[in-house]
C-alpha cells in the first residue's frame, strides 16, 4: 500500500468518539516535549559522516540552528527531498516511540513509591491495537493497549523480560532528569528504527540489552572516575556528592531481582543522604550507630539516594530514627537495606564498610558479565 492509499482507506473511517474514549486522550503522559523528539530523529537519521558529539546534542534552544546547518550542508538539488524524507521519518519514528519508550499512564497505581502531582499514575509501556466497542446499540472501532512484547510473539518470558524494560528505563528517565541529557532515547530509538529498515521483529531481550548496555557504560565511567576532578576513596570510587546519579539507580535495578522484589518501581529522587547523618547528635548518641572514621560517611556505602522531602525529613536524624520511616525506606532497596541493618544490628564503621564492598560488588559484577 503506498502512502496515498494509506491514507485514503484511513480517512474513509467513520468513527465517532463519545466522552469516555475522550478522556483517555489524557491517560498517558509521554516523557519528552515534540521539539525533542525532532531533535532525537535528526540524531537518529545523521549521516554517518557526522556521528558527533555536536549532532547528538537535545537541547530544543538550538532546534532551529540544528536543522538549519544540516540543511546548509546540503546541494540546493537535495534540500526538499531531504525534508520530504525527513517527515516520513519522523512519523515513523514517533510511532516507534509510541511503542518502545514508556509513559506515566494515569489509570495505575503509583505502586510502593512516591511521585509528582505532574504526572500522576506509573510507568507503562504499551502498544496501539484495533478494538471494538459497543455504545448505544452500535459496534465502533476504539484503541486497545496491549504490552509492547507479547508471549506470542517473544517466547513464554516476554512478560518478565517486558517488566525488566519498564524498570530500567524509569531508572533511566529519574537518573537522566534533563531532556538534553536523554541520550538513552536515541540509543533504544536507532535500535527500533534500524530494524524496522530491515523489517525485522525487535525482541524484548534485544531491546533490553540496548539499554543495559547503555545503561553500563555510564556506569563503567561513574565508578572510575579523574581522581584530580573528584574526590575518591581509596579504591577509586567517587565520594559523597560527587557519585553519578547512575550507581544509586542501576543498583536498586540490580537489586530487584538480587532481593526478589518484583513490586519495586522507580521515583523522582535526586538527593543525596547520608544514612549515618554527617553532623551526629552527640547528645543521643548510640556506641551502636556511631561512626568513629569521619571519612567513611561519605563512601558508596553510607549513602542513599531519595527525594528532596524525605532528605528534609531524615535530618540528622540516627541510622536507626531513619530505619523506622517505613514509607521512606521503600523508595530505594539499597536504603532498604541499610534499614535492614541498621534496625537489627548496627551501623558503624564495620557496617559501612561491608555495605560498601557488597554494593560495589554487586556493580561490579554486573560490569563483568555485560550483554
Known sequence: MTLDDAIAAYSRVNEVVDTD?????????????FPTLLLHALAIRRPESVANREDRQLDDKLLVSRFTERLAKLPRSQKASWVQD???????????????ILKRDATLGAGNESTTDEEPGNWSLYRLSRGESVSRGSRRDSPR?????????NGSDAADVQRKVILLQSALRITYTSPRTMHWITEALSFVVRHADLNQEVTAQGFLNVLE???????????????????????????????????????DYLLVEEMNEPSFTFS????????????????HASTATHVQDRDLLNWFGNLALVTVSTNSKFSNNSPREKANNRPARRQSLKLKLMARRAETSSWNDDDIKAHHEKMVGVLQNALAQRP
Open 86 to 100: 525527513f517527515t516520513t521519518d519522523l512519523l515513523r519514528i514517533r510511532c516507534l516511540f509510541d511503542r518502545f
Open 213 to 251: 548496555n547503555f545503561a553500563l557504560d555510564r556506569l563503567e565511567a561513574a565508578m572510575a572516575p579523574d581522581p584530580e576532578k573528584v574526590d575518591v576513596d581509596p579504591n577509586g570510587h567517587p565520594l559523597g556528592f560527587g557519585i553519578p546519579r547512575i550507581m544509586f539507580t542501576y543498583l
Open 145 to 153: 493497549y496491549l504490552p509492547s512484547f507479547s508471549s506470542e510473539e
Open 268 to 283: 523522582y529522587r535526586t538527593s543525596i543522604e547520608h544514612f549515618s547523618p554527617s553532623k551526629e547528635d552527640v547528645e
Open 21 to 33: 474514549e475522550a478522556e483517555g486522550d489524557n491517560r498517558f503522559t509521554s516523557q519528552i516535549t
